[in-house]
């Protein structure tokens, strides 16, 4: 699909959403709104809310809060991620002993390990950095793990034919075979480090954008929650631009495909 074509398809899906969020809670259907606006707020007024927490500047402070949380998160768990995924994939002896410890861990909800963190490191930035690695490591590690691990034999094979080492053969089969899966999690990654910088943030801080919609919250200030996920969503598609672009870069070797990303 062309470029300005899927764009206008997305835009188009804001639109319609936005639209029939403000009809359900400005056009009274039987005497009632299909969204109460007391719930849901309006379209409007979470714009107003927005546009004032940018002028004014309180916002800034906890974007970059959470940015640092979610940022930090992401660059400790996705590099723990590969290097014990590489490794496992590549010592089968290693996987085999540790695999039920993995699976156990990965099993574990990972908001029942919030409060443990906040005891441990306290309610400052640390915990919730260590929640979001909590998120991000197992979904980069099973997709290295699993990258590595589907490397065609037949590709091994002539590689080492061709008198590739060990070296040889982890920059040039190995290597490229798993940066498309893990960047295929890098991707989900993104979105798990914030929703674990934010999740802290909510369960006990005094900054960020968990705190901002968890103090509206406590007062019934539906404009300011949904004012915050909105900034949030937001907050996550720019940072996942920025692995796009890092993808392009990095697999400039890989085939055009259509375009059908989540």
Do not use: C
């Not at 950095?129 to 699993?146: E, P």
């Not at 999690?185 to 802290?200: E, N, R, Y």
Request: aromatic share 14%; proline share 4%; charged share 10%.
């Amino acid at each position: 699909m062309h470029r300005g074509k899927l764009i206008l398809l997305q835009l188009l899906v804001g639109v319609l959403t936005i639209s029939v969020w403000e009809i359900g809670t400005s056009v009274p259907i039987g005497g009632s709104y299909l969204l109460p606006p007391f719930f849901f707020s309006t379209p409007v007024d979470v714009a107003l809310r927005i546009i004032k927490w940018f002028v004014e500047g309180t916002v800034w402070r906890h974007l970059w809060i959470t940015l640092y949380e979610a940022m930090m998160a992401f660059i400790i768990g996705s590099a723990a991620g590969v290097i014990i995924g590489f490794w496992f994939a590549r010592q089968p002896v290693v996987a085999a002993v540790f695999d039920p410890y993995v699976k156990m861990i990965n099993a574990l909800p990972r908001v029942v390990l919030a409060p443990i963190f906040a005891l441990w490191f306290g309610l400052g930035a640390a915990s919730k950095i260590a929640l979001g690695i909590t998120l991000v490591f197992f979904i980069v590690f099973f997709n290295v793990y699993q990258g590595v691990r589907e490397v065609s034999p037949t590709i091994l094979a002539n590689a080492r034919m061709l008198g590739m080492n060990d070296r040889a053969l982890m920059r040039h089969v190995y290597w490229p075979s798993a940066l498309s899966w893990m960047f295929s999690s890098l991707h989900t990654s993104v979105g798990f480090a914030v929703v674990g910088a934010v999740v802290g943030e909510y369960l006990g801080s005094a900054a960020g954008l968990g705190y901002l919609i968890q103090q509206a919250e406590g007062v019934f200030d539906v404009a300011g929650v949904f004012a915050g996920m909105l900034v949030l969503a937001a907050f996550v598609l720019v940072i996942d631009g920025l692995v796009t672009m890092a993808e392009r870069r990095l697999l400039v070797w890989r085939p055009a495909a259509e375009t059908h990303s989540l």
